[in-house]
């Protein structure tokens, strides 16, 4: 079985720029979060997205959007690009059975390499 | 706000050695997650610890849940270079979302 695949691994983008990071989830996890990891904050929670709806949201500004497709598959996307925003983005699918979220197991993806220059 | 305390945040030992990494937290958690992740890679799933008291093995590494469901340990025995990583303990208070530890960096010498 596939694992979480996140496009593209590396990414270079400008300051004021805008971006998008895919995430494809494993087969049957209807379940996507999202991370981001700086060595001065460790990984801190962006939001969580089940059955195209976003279910969580961390302290994040607006500048940090999401969504999730019917297939599961999500995508976030961060406008007007500050430095500060380089950093790791690490993309978790996990399987909700039954509708409930207790105790779901979450399974990372590679990450996408954000650089803002 | 939850948080969760990792120790030590830096950890370098030789071949053979044993360690413990401990997690703790004011708050109580439904489950707790231990992963390991190394450079440039996303991190890895270890273990879950779902019930106080709970203790689980994973050949040398042993995970225990505090009775009381705020806090873990991950203690390894005769360390191995292969050991070397970033380990990062990870609590669920509700739903999916993780509060994350710092993590602790292993570094295993041969």
């Known amino acids: 079985k596939a694992g979480v695949t996140q496009t593209p691994r590396y990414l270079i983008k400008t300051r004021g720029q805008q971006v998008t990071l895919s995430c494809s989830p494993i087969?049957?996890?209807?379940?996507v979060s999202w991370y981001q990891q700086t060595p001065g904050q460790g990984l801190q929670f962006l939001f969580e997205?089940?059955?195209?709806?976003?279910?969580n949201k961390g302290n994040f500004p607006g500048r940090f959007s999401g969504r999730q497709f019917s297939n599961s598959r999500s995508e976030m996307n961060v406008s007007t690009l500050e430095l500060g925003d380089s950093a790791l983005y690490l993309c978790?699918?996990?399987?909700?059975?039954?509708?409930?979220?207790?105790?779901?197991?979450?399974?990372f993806g590679q990450g996408t390499r954000l650089t803002v220059v | 706000t939850q948080l969760l305390e990792q120790s030590p945040q830096f950890l370098s030992i030789q071949e053979g050695e044993n360690l413990t990494v401990y997690c703790n937290s004011s708050?109580?958690?439904?489950?707790l997650q231990w992963y390991r992740q190394e450079p440039g890679e996303g991190p890895v799933l270890l273990v879950t610890?779902?019930?106080?008291?709970e203790v689980k093995k994973l050949k040398r590494l042993t995970f225990q849940f505090g009775d009381a469901r705020k806090d873990s340990s991950l203690h390894i025995t005769a360390a191995q270079p292969g050991d070397t990583g970033l380990y990062l303990c990870?609590?669920?208070?509700?739903?999916?979302?993780?509060?994350f530890g710092e993590g602790t960096q292993l570094t295993v010498n041969p």
């Open positions: 087969s049957g996890h209807r379940s």
């Open positions: 990870a609590g669920a208070a509700s739903g999916s979302r993780l509060t």
């Open positions: 610890v779902v019930t106080g008291g």
């Open positions: 708050s109580v958690f439904s489950s």
């Open positions: 978790a699918s996990s399987l909700v059975t039954g509708g409930s979220f207790m105790n779901t197991e979450a399974f």
């Open positions: 997205y089940f059955s195209e709806t976003q279910r």
